[in-house]
């Protein structure tokens, strides 16, 4: 009998590390996935809104009065009209707790047309970031991020 309950408590642990760890597995996928429709050319604002959720919050928003949702969408519009080479390395993808993700990403390209309201400097650029992901349901409900827009204005010479 001991050794029945044991080997059951066993598989049951088992199972349940399985689960939580394809659960980060999988909340990690959706995010690499997530920069890899940010960074496709040409931009599909539709593909990169699919991953986020109804009630997605921003809670780092620069513009803390805008829908979320279209405010993502529009600063990641801008940046591939306005350095249409620009790409995230990932450095840092690690899932947290039950239902979070962490990334810390170097962003690079070439500021070869207007971008967030400023004109083309064709200078290239070389920032970094770290956000925070809430994914709720297989969406991302919740973001926290951090960039050096300091870093881009000196480099773009603003």
Not at 23 to 50: N, T, W
Not at 78 to 107: C, M, Q, R, T
Not at 117 to 127: C, L, N, Q, R, V
């Amino acid at each position: 009998m001991k050794h029945t309950i044991f080997s059951l408590m066993f598989l049951l642990g088992t199972f349940c590390q399985t689960s939580l760890a394809d659960d980060a597995d999988a909340r990690v996928a959706l995010l690499k996935r997530y920069y890899e429709v940010a960074d496709q050319r040409p931009f599909k604002p539709h593909k990169l809104r699919s991953f986020l959720a109804d009630n997605y919050q921003d809670h780092n928003a620069h513009n803390p009065a805008a829908d979320a949702k279209s405010s993502t969408i529009n600063t990641f519009s801008s940046l591939a009209h306005g350095a249409p080479d620009s790409k995230h390395e990932l450095i840092f993808v690690e899932a947290a707790g039950k239902n979070l993700v962490v990334v810390y990403w170097k962003y690079r390209g070439t500021h070869s047309a207007e971008l967030l309201g400023m004109p083309a400097t064709h200078k290239a650029f070389d920032i970094a970031g770290m956000e925070l992901y809430k994914i709720q349901d297989g969406k991302i409900s919740d973001i926290w991020h951090v960039e050096d827009i300091a870093g881009l204005m000196q480099q773009l010479g603003m």
